[in-house]
DNA sequence: CGATCTGTTGATATCCTTCAATTTTGGTGG
DNA sequence: CCACCAAAATTGAAGGATATCAACAGATCG
């Protein structure tokens, strides 16, 4: 089993909270959007390509997917999302969708009115610049697919998509050592990683063989992260997990007492 | 040749218009920011992985694109930079960047202090949102990539690139219909879509006998872009070229007389 | 006007896919 | 708790798309 996370703060302030630090004015409203109010089950559509989107959430509890269906029916899984992360923040901009998001595991979520999605620019400076350094880790994590999927071959891409998992559920304290719930199929491997799932077979049973990891029962644990991130090429740096930049920081420590802080 | 924008407006604010209405304020801050101070020539590195990023800046001339180099020297190109776009807006929110920008062409550059872009989020509040959306913009190609790269055959991912660059070259006025200055060598088209210039070749090749394009002098036309569309499977809802949503340009018009608007 | 980068073509190799059959796992109801 | 069913995982064999290697032709630029 997992270990829970020692503390109580909610899953997106522990991640914003690494950023920047937060006033108590912050914790406060994060505490209150941060609710979970929506409830899907596994293996449903929370948004769909061509609809427009639903109000921006927050995912409180569970995993979920970025996906885009082909005309042929192929699919390509572009994300995956874990507790913390916000859901269509970018896309309340748009009229319609242009790419799905599924439940992968039964999922909580909090829906965030667009209004303060808004406001939360003038009010919540350090939230919203924080909120602004999440969806560049997405930006970032997105560019890393791409590498992946241009210039790594099949061992390499699921070697760098279980670092990444393993690093991005130790953010947010789901991870214990070296071992996370993964509730991925091969399929679900496969259509992220632009393989077909009988290959993704052969590669895990090759790397089972290796003593590289387990992968059983939904959990995964890497037994030499060092090799499996060598195979990758695996370097952590682009998920940007280290804090702001000092000249940032000291920046939003003047803003609280900026005239149109608050 | 190609014909040169009809209004003397700067690449930018081209852009951000499209997306929501300007005031006269906004445009008087674009046009004191969309100012090239900086020139670089073909080639070169902008910005360098593992270092500070540079300053933000507006790529005002020229083509420049985003990529990453391997431990071995292979290459993944990831986005390309035209007139207008946004540089490294997000990635001041980082100590090292975790990929290199370079030029293709010879580029002109306007820097933009980090402050500003702050400031922006208080002071301009419609620029501020419609450089959300661009964003978002960019965030929504990205993940094109990926469905292509994940999904799509050579003759696929080459015939998308190019319908995304002629659209891409259209929203700035820089297309003569179908066709557009394309610098771009096989080598730089093969690290971009995950293949080899050898494959780049024949590919592009066997579409020239089909009468679907023409490439040669740095020019593209696309001969077909109905067919080549049908073969990439390209669907331009992604570029997310129209307005904005008619709720968010309501929010920004009372926003003009918002107390903290100013 | 030679040097170098870019593009082209052919032959061969390889990684991954496709197809098909079988086993294992997980969930459900009796 | 077990029987049963569907979904997921596994394995083998064969085929195909793209890579690799190599040689040459064409463009571009000082």
Chains 1, 2 share one sequence.
Not at 63 to 78: K, N, P, S, V, W
Not at 196 to 220: F, G
Request: aromatic share 6%.
């Amino acid at each position: 089993m997992i270990k829970l996370p020692e503390r109580p703060r909610k899953p997106l302030a522990r991640k914003l909270e690494r950023f920047i630090p937060l006033t108590a004015h912050d914790y406060e409203a994060l505490e209150r959007l941060d609710r979970a109010d929506q409830h899907f089950k596994a293996g449903q559509d929370i948004s769909v390509e061509g609809k427009p989107p639903p109000s921006v959430f927050i995912l409180v509890e569970g995993m979920a997917f970025r996906y885009r269906t082909l005309a042929d029916g192929r699919r390509q899984i572009m994300t995956f999302l874990l507790p913390g992360d916000l859901c269509d923040l970018h896309s309340f901009l748009v009229k319609k969708m242009d790419h799905s998001v599924a439940s992968l595991t039964p999922v909580h979520l909090a829906a965030i009115p667009r209004e303060e999605i808004l406001e939360m620019g003038i009010r919540y400076p350090r939230i919203s610049v924080a909120l602004w350094w999440s969806s560049m880790q997405e930006e970032a994590m997105l560019r890393e697919r791409i590498v992946a999927l241009g210039r790594r071959n099949a061992a390499a891409r699921i070697a760098y998509i279980l670092c990444e998992l393993v690093w991005r559920n130790r953010a947010i304290g789901r991870a214990d050592h070296n071992c996370i719930d993964l509730p991925l199929t091969q399929t679900e491997l496969a259509d992220t990683l632009g393989l077909t799932p009988v290959h993704v077979t052969r590669v895990l049973q090759s790397m089972r063989r290796d003593k590289l990891l387990i992968l059983e029962h939904r959990q995964l644990t890497l037994l030499d992260i060092d090799r499996l991130a060598c195979v990758a090429q695996f370097n952590k740096d682009y998920l940007h997990l280290g804090a702001a930049p000092e000249e940032i920081r000291r920046y939003f420590d003047q803003a609280t007492n900026h005239p149109s802080g608050y």
